[in-house]
């Protein structure tokens, strides 16, 4: 490398470079172990789900409290939610509608709700959201996350390491 001229240099770089992204690909690829399995989508979609795939314990909140206030338990009056005078049967609830639903106990504001932490009331749920998606193949194996982040920073670093050197070697002549 150190005693290529430019032209050399950027071809080679250019292949370097190429060859980093296609080693990170298979990397990722290769550690991949749900391409071998055969997944089947199930056959009804809990909304909850989708919310937790689409934006964690956040979406899963407001998902939470727009079905709570659609199905008559929650309302909203002026600037605040709060609880319905005259609310369905809270035995139809499930743990996360009902820890929501408590949550609104005190009329909250769109700041109350932030600052008192209605995310921190969805964190005992979406342990069970997790393992659900991830037994039925929705998430990513652990594995996987822990390989692509590797090779996330591996071949940014490598690419960066013989840029530098010859950064070095240029400045050295």
Not at 10 to 29: D, E, G, H, P, Q
Not at 83 to 110: C, G, I, M, Y
């Amino acid at each position: 490398i150190t005693d290529f001229n430019a032209r050399e240099f950027l071809t080679f770089y250019a292949v370097f470079i190429l060859s980093a992204w296609i080693l990170r690909a298979w990397f990722n690829w290769r550690s991949d172990r749900t391409l071998d399995e055969t997944w089947t989508p199930p056959l009804t979609t809990n909304p909850y789900d989708v919310a937790y795939l689409r934006g964690g314990a956040n979406e899963l909140a407001r998902v939470a409290v727009v079905g709570l206030a659609e199905r008559g338990f929650l309302e909203t009056r002026g600037q605040t939610i709060g609880q319905t005078a005259s609310h369905p049967n809270l035995a139809t609830l499930s743990s996360l509608e009902r820890s929501v639903f408590d949550f609104f106990q005190p009329e909250r504001t769109v700041r109350e709700i932030e600052e008192a932490g209605l995310r921190v009331r969805m964190n005992p749920h979406v342990l069970a959201f997790e393992e659900r998606l991830q037994a039925e193949h929705f998430l990513s194996p652990p594995n996987l996350i822990g390989a692509a982040r590797q090779s996330t920073g591996l071949a940014p670093a490598a690419v960066f390491v013989v840029g530098l050197a010859r950064f070095f070697v240029a400045l050295r002549r």
